[in-house]
């Protein structure tokens, strides 16, 4: 089932970097970004966790943002590690249950033009240590992002529609987190 606006998901539970089980119903009453990312080392995912990482103070206290990669917890942790203390959460969905669950697409033709046509992104990234030196997931995933309200409803979502790092722009989320 494709995520829209209006749902209210079922429960997610999945483990964080740590092992830890962590559930969506613990973000209840705030503001969330839910994003489904694609593997741990994606360069372009970890380029977008950095952001998010340095602008989190401009999100307001009533905002939290959940991260579901397609990697095992140990693969998650060794690049995790490298963000120091992210002030969210990130987990991982190894067995893809959740991105097959609400029909994360995954797109061939998506991962070509982000490499085409973001590939100045890249290096910036690897600079930074974010190389998918282990890859365990599938690259092709394109990314998701949902907006969920504080009574854990959806109130937006974006299905990545030009490349596989498609998100809301931070502006957008801003705007979610403090009104």
Do not use: W
Not at 43 to 70: A, P
Not at 73 to 80: E, H, R, T
Request: proline share 3%; aromatic share 12%; hydrophobic share 40%.
């Amino acid at each position: 089932m494709k995520i829209s606006t209006g749902n209210k998901l079922e429960e997610i539970t999945l483990p964080d970097q740590n092992g830890n089980s962590f559930n969506l119903s613990q973000t209840l009453g705030k503001k969330v970004l839910l994003t489904f990312y694609r593997i741990a080392g994606c360069s372009f995912c970890n380029l977008r966790l950095n952001e998010i990482n340095k602008r989190f103070g401009e999100l307001g206290n009533n905002f939290t943002h959940v991260g579901i990669f397609h990697s095992p917890v140990d693969n998650l942790k060794s690049y995790m590690d490298k963000h120091k203390n992210l002030p969210f959460t990130v987990l991982a969905d190894e067995n893809f249950e959740y991105f097959q669950k609400y029909e994360i697409e995954r797109s061939v033709s998506k991962t070509l033009n982000a490499m085409l046509f973001k590939a100045h992104k890249i290096i910036p990234a690897m600079m930074k240590g974010y190389i998918p030196t282990r890859i365990k997931g599938h690259l092709d995933i394109a990314v998701t992002d949902v907006l969920i309200n504080e009574d854990g409803v959806v109130q937006d979502v974006y299905y990545a529609k030009k490349d596989i790092a498609d998100h809301f722009e931070f502006n957008k989320i801003k705007d979610f987190a403090l009104n």
